[in-house]
């Protein structure tokens, strides 16, 4: 369920987009026509959206008492304040159980399921200083730093000619969905998430993590969706701030190592 500050702005978000219709479900998740219009902005009304079940997205390799294969042991559900996005920076197979040795607790396939690996209440490792507090989410891919500039896309040496890839709308409908699952699942634990990060603003080492297509479909789109707060223009801590080139309205660029 969407709490009271959610559903307001969820609201405005479809208000200011002409999307306030009568046949719009808000109960038990997004609007199919918020999410068609989160997703593709150009076009928030001509698109027929797909239904979106976003519980048939969830894949749960781990039960509800399971830590998983690289928790560093349980924290309290009221010290989870946050989701960190990251991207993998190489290509894991289509199946769920491929990602259980990831230290992160969620992984978004390429085809859009999303597999919890390790519970929220657990310590991973997925983070730098964004460990204690926050909930780790890879997206499977390698992807440009700024979308269109080669340069900025992480390359193996075993793979000096790589080209980035492109986000698909399914994999960022399972990021949106894991978004919804974690929120919802702190809420009933008695916690409660509040910020989405980039892994860049914690790792200088992590410039292009997750980049500017995963931050604009997916970060952006947390920050509209559900009220959560990335920290501002200038916010690091022991990275880089998000760029311009990822956010508009902000005032740093890729580059910009001050
Ligand atoms: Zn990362």
């Not at 048939?56 to 349980?74: A, H, N, T």
């Not at 390698?142 to 040496?157: A, C, I, S």
């Not at 929120?183 to 009933?188: F, G, K, P, T, W």
């Amino acid at each position: 369920m969407l709490g009271d500050e959610t559903l307001d702005a969820v609201q405005d978000f479809q208000r200011d987009h002409g999307l306030i219709r009568e046949d719009a479900d808000l109960l038990g998740g997004i609007a199919p026509q918020t999410l068609a219009a989160i997703l593709n902005p150009e076009t928030p009304c001509a698109c027929d959206p797909p239904t979106i079940s976003m519980e048939d997205r969830i894949v749960l390799l781990v039960g509800p008492d399971e830590e998983g294969r690289r928790s560093k042991g349980k924290r309290p559900w009221h010290e989870i304040r946050g989701i960190t996005l990251h991207q993998t920076a190489c290509l894991f197979a289509e199946d769920p159980n491929r990602y259980r040795g990831i230290r992160a607790h969620w992984g978004i396939t390429r085809a859009g399921k999303a597999v919890l690996i390790h519970n929220p209440n657990t310590r991973v490792m997925h983070g730098n200083s964004f460990n204690n507090h926050d909930v780790g989410l890879e997206m499977n891919g390698f992807y440009e730093g700024v979308q269109g500039d080669p340069k900025t896309l992480w390359r193996p040496k075993a793979d000096p000619k790589r080209q980035g890839l492109r986000l698909e709308a399914a994999q960022v409908e399972g990021a949106l969905a894991a978004i919804e699952w974690t929120i919802n699942e702190v809420a009933r634990q008695g916690g409660k998430v509040e910020s989405i990060h980039a892994h860049r603003q914690s790792s200088k080492m992590r410039t292009s993590d997750p980049g500017s297509e995963i931050w604009q479909k997916v970060g952006l789109a947390a920050k509209a969706c559900w009220g959560l707060k990335d920290g501002g223009p200038l916010f690091a801590v022991g990275g880089y701030p998000i760029p311009r080139e990822w956010d508009p309205s902000y005032t740093r660029t890729y580059k910009d190592r001050s």
